[in-house]
Every structure is written in C-alpha cells, then in structure tokens.
C-alpha cells in the first residue's frame, strides 16, 4: 500500500507543480490561449491559483516522506482537494463536464493520500 501512495503522492506533486508553475510564471496572454476559463479572474488571482498549487504539491510529498511535520501532508491533500472543488464549480459554471469529472477524480485520490497519511500518523493499521 505505501508503494501505491508513494507513486499517487508523485504523480499528483508532479502535475500540480507543472500547472501551478505555469499560472505563476507564463504570461497571462499565453495562460489565456492554453485554458478557456482563464480571462475570468485577475491575473493576481491566476498567479495565486498557482502558488496553492506549488505550495500544495510540495505538502503532500515532502513532509510525508521526509518525516518532518508529517501532519502537513493531509492537510495539503485537503487543500488541494478544496483547489478542485473550486476548480469543479468553474467548469460547471462553463457546461465542462469532462473537467468535472476529471477534478472529482483527482479530489478522490487527493483524499485517499491524506486519509492513507493520517492513520499512518495515528498509527493505525488496517491490515
């Protein structure tokens, strides 16, 4: 099981860092020509979307694995989990089901994570 979380825990650092990087440092005309949704907010808030990103996909590998502050691994998961939720809301908002369907996908494995890393800090097993 922990192999399973290692490589979730990568994959999803992995694409948040890779989007939440773009929204931090690609030019806002460049954003607006890869995502339909991006002419409607602020570019400060576009940049912020990303920083939540980076800063979340950190969360839910390094503390987890480095062994330091452990706790801060679920609660990235959940900050990210609530990143999507948001991000759900504006693809509904557009009629985008594919992407609804893509972000609750994402909410379930970001949940998994943090579930997973919780009760190994409580010290729980469930085998």
């Known amino acids: 099981m922990d192999t ?13 860092l890779y989007f939440g990087s ?21 570019p400060s808030r576009l940049k912020f979307f990303g920083l939540l990103e980076v800063l979340g996909a950190i969360g839910i ?30 693809h509904l908002r557009r009629d985008e089901i594919k992407m609804i369907l893509l972000n609750i996908f994402i909410i379930f494995l970001l949940a998994g994570i943090g579930f997973n890393t ?9 085998n």
């Open 4 to 16: 399973v979380i290692l490589i979730l825990q990568i994959g999803l650092s992995v694409l948040f």
């Open 22 to 42: 773009l929204k931090m440092f690609m030019p806002i005309d460049k954003i607006e020509k890869r995502v339909t949704w991006a002419h409607d907010y602020a």
């Open 61 to 90: 590998i390094l503390p987890h694995q480095l062994d330091i502050f452990p706790i801060l691994t679920p609660i990235a998961a959940t900050g990210l989990a609530m990143v999507m939720a948001g991000a759900a809301m504006v």
């Open 118 to 126: 919780l009760l190994e800090i409580l010290g729980v097993n469930l």
